[in-house]
């Protein structure tokens, strides 16, 4: 939708481009590129991010990289891996972790105990070693 807004005219193009909110709802989706594009034009802006049974690639540790700006991340049927969980996240508020198709090899330590805004917490179908 986004793409198509940017190509009505020069000045709708420069709205949408610019305006980081219509930029922070990511997904494990489109490609890489795109979402690359996603986090560096949504700015500083809280990011939503919904992922789904897609392998760990460099484009999830650019997402764990933005986890101080997480208000939502919902993770579904994928592997194991710390960037699901990496340092603070002190924007937070809904973290869902369901039918992981790998456990943590570790003790995980959620966000360095650091998510004051949590507010759901939501942790099903996990292996346990």
């Known amino acids: 939708m986004l793409s198509v807004l940017s190509r009505v005219c020069a000045l709708w193009r420069e709205v949408v481009c610019k305006t980081p909110s219509f930029w922070t709802e990511i997904s494990s989706d489109p490609p890489d590129q795109v979402i690359m594009m996603q986090l560096a ?25 933005n986890a101080n700006r997480w208000e939502t991340m919902v993770a579904h049927s994928c592997r194991w ?33 650091h998510a004051p805004r949590l507010q759901e917490l939501d942790i099903r179908a996990i292996p346990i070693p």
Not at 44 to 65: F, G, K, M
């Open 81 to 113: 891996t710390s960037s699901l969980a990496p340092g603070p996240a002190p924007l937070l508020k809904k973290f869902v972790l369901k039918n992981l198709v790998e456990s943590p090899s570790e003790q995980v330590h959620l966000f360095h105990g």
């Open 41 to 65: 034009r949504s700015n500083d802006a809280p990011l939503s991010v919904q992922w789904y049974s897609r392998s760990e690639t460099p484009i999830l540790e650019a997402i764990a990289n």
